[in-house]
């Protein structure tokens, strides 16, 4: 699996988008960018995943560059209960990947 | 919405001592995990299960763990002998396939004496 960086921590004013990005520079061809995010002490929670173009679902939506070297995870108005650790993740598709968590962005909104 | 669930949420036992954490995943999945996350610490996988066989197990999963799909609906993790340092979240996760939407469960808090 690709290694992917992103920021410690950042902060968003509640009802503000919070913007989270991810560099994922030697992601192949076939490996899939997967958000998912820990709310304090709670089982990780899928967010979204997508290759190359830009998708949106009900909880986010996330903006692929065009090299797909980088991504952004965008969370349209933070609630405080958005406050989570986020984690960008390039995987494989197929269902019996495991998912490496790395350290993630701790993502803190704030009222 | 369908969810995975965990039992016990919490389990307290002494070094040495057997245990078993329950899993109910998701009813018509296929791929089962088991993950762990000691405090402050990253999550960390542990065993992936499809067909009734483990797929990839880490370092970590040695002979003193154990997973078992027991009657199509559970899946256990049983630590034959615990150490204080198994003391962590324990996650169980599973999957429908071919996307790896992996949706986990709230966890049990094993804490070793």
């Known amino acids: 699996d690709a290694k992917t960086t992103q920021p410690t921590s950042m902060d968003c004013a509640e009802g503000r988008a919070a913007n989270l990005p991810c560099n994922h520079s030697t992601i192949s061809g076939n490996e899939y960018v997967y958000w998912y995010r820990q709310i304090h002490s709670q089982g990780p929670q899928y967010i979204i995943h997508?290759?190359?173009n830009n998708e949106t679902n009900e909880m986010a939506s996330l903006i692929i560059t065009e090299d797909r070297k980088s991504s952004t995870l965008i969370l349209p108005h933070a609630t405080l209960r958005d406050t989570a650790v986020y984690y960008c993740?390039?995987?494989?598709?197929?269902?019996?990947?495991?998912?490496?968590f790395g350290t993630g962005t701790k993502l803190q909104v704030i009222p | 919405e369908p969810e995975v669930t965990q039992t016990p949420s919490h389990q307290v036992t002494q070094m040495g001592q057997e245990v078993i954490l329950r899993c109910v995943p998701i009813s018509n999945h296929l791929y089962f995990y088991w993950y762990r996350q000691i405090l402050g610490q990253k999550v960390e996988f542990l065993v992936s299960?499809?067909?009734?066989?483990?797929?990839?197990k880490s370092e970590i999963f040695d002979d003193q763990f154990s997973v078992e799909r027991p009657d199509g609906s559970n899946f256990t993790l049983k630590i034959r002998s615990t150490k204080l340092e198994d003391s962590a979240m324990y996650f169980c996760a599973s999957t429908g396939g071919f996307y790896n939407e992996q949706f986990f469960g709230p966890g049990t808090r094993l804490t070793v004496l």
């Open positions: 997508g290759l190359k």
């Open positions: 993740i390039a995987l494989l598709s197929g269902g019996y990947q495991k998912v490496t």
């Open positions: 299960f499809y067909n009734n066989e483990i797929s990839e």
